[in-house]
Nanobody
């Protein structure tokens, strides 16, 4: 069974940076894609950034120009470098891995940005 474990969330000041990590464990074959989503209170979950198996990246509008998604050589850990954070980035950030037959979600990590 594949599990995703996020880390790196916490409190940041407006204009600051955080780096999130998502490590996959278990019987991993290959992921079609891995990505980050976030959900703020009272809002729907939205795409932040994703990286496909071939390395193509995709960003949500809120992340463009500020966030960067990357992964390790084994393609089992994905990172999200978040720069120039604003209070609007406050949310629970979830990691997602896309397998051939299902999607797997992590438990989420809280990011809080103070003004």
């Amino acid at each position: 069974q594949v599990r995703l474990v996020e880390s790196g969330g916490g409190l940041a000041q407006s204009g600051g940076s955080l780096r999130l990590s998502c490590a996959a464990s278990g019987k991993i074959r290959s992921f079609s894609a891995m990505g980050w989503y976030r959900q703020a209170p009272g809002k729907e979950r939205e795409l932040v950034a994703a990286i496909a198996g071939g390395g193509v990246t995709r960003y949500g509008d809120s992340a463009k120009g500020r966030f960067t998604i990357s992964r390790d050589k084994a393609h089992t850990t994905v990172y999200l470098q978040m720069n120039n954070l604003t209070p609007e980035d406050t949310a629970v950030y979830y990691c997602k891995a896309v397998l051939s037959t299902s999607d797997i979600w992590g438990q989420g990590t809280q990011v809080t940005v103070s003004s």
